[in-house]
């Protein structure tokens, strides 16, 4: 019963490098987002997906980029990693966008990222 | 632009205390709210989920209501115990699907 499930659980990058946080769910989930907790912030979107092959923005997009090539997978890719990307990254799904009736959403166990 | 503030930030409370958590948000226009728990370390789940038409909704010891037209949701915890403790975040829904989330109210129960 995996869910969400989010690798690495904690990275550490050097200014200027690339990555790629990988997202994983086993529930059919259409809609997928990607999102970063900053102290004092709150959550705030990066990216979603509402289905294989759609991609949208969020409020925080900038040096991110995602891909949504099958329903399982949605991964988040750092182009040039900068200091002020040190966070922690959270993915999410739901059955339907968040606007569905009794639409619960589910999150991954979150991705501890410092860049340096 | 939508803007949900959550007081208090922290809260010490003894352990069998009823307690109340509140979220505010600017913009009524919602289609539904959820409330959170988040454990240090780890992800968030979902507690509860009203939907806009609703006014509230219970599980277990907690019970959530919605006013919309004030902007204005609480949490209700019952009987609270050491292992609630935890930061519990609440999320509006609005157009184009996205969530918006409070800061958080960071909550320990005490024996």
């Known amino acids: 019963n995996a869910g969400v499930t989010q690798t690495p659980k904690f990275q550490v990058l050097k200014t200027g490098q690339s990555m790629t946080l990988q997202c994983a769910q086993d529930m059919n989930h259409e809609y997928m987002s990607w999102y970063r907790q900053d102290p004092g912030m709150g959550l705030r979107l990066i990216h979603y997906?509402?289905?294989?092959?759609?991609?949208d923005q969020g409020e925080v997009p900038n040096g991110y980029n995602v891909s949504r090539s099958t329903t399982e997978d949605f991964p988040l890719r750092l182009l040039s990693a900068a200091p002020s990307q040190t966070s922690v990254y959270f993915c999410?799904?739901?059955?339907?966008?968040?606007?569905?009736?009794?639409?619960?959403?589910?999150f991954g166990e979150g991705s501890w990222l410092t860049v340096v | 632009k939508q803007e949900v503030t959550q007081i208090p930030a922290a809260l010490s409370v003894p352990e069998g205390e009823n307690l109340v958590l509140n979220c505010s948000f600017t913009?009524?226009?919602?289609?539904?709210l959820q409330w959170f728990r988040q454990d240090p370390g780890k992800g968030l789940t979902s507690l509860l989920l009203i939907q806009s038409s609703q006014r509230e909704q219970t599980s277990g010891r907690l019970n959530a209501s919605l006013d919309k037209s004030s902007g204005r949701s609480t949490l209700y915890i019952a009987a609270s115990q050491p292992g609630d403790s935890a930061t519990y975040l609440c999320?509006?829904?609005?157009?184009?699907?996205?969530?918006?989330f409070g800061t958080g109210t960071r909550l320990q129960v005490t024996l």
């Open positions: 999410a799904s739901s059955p339907s966008p968040p606007t569905g009736y009794r639409n619960t959403i589910y």
């Open positions: 997906s509402v289905g294989a092959g759609i991609t």
């Open positions: 913009d009524s226009a919602i289609y539904n």
């Open positions: 999320a509006v829904i609005g157009t184009a699907s996205k969530l918006t």
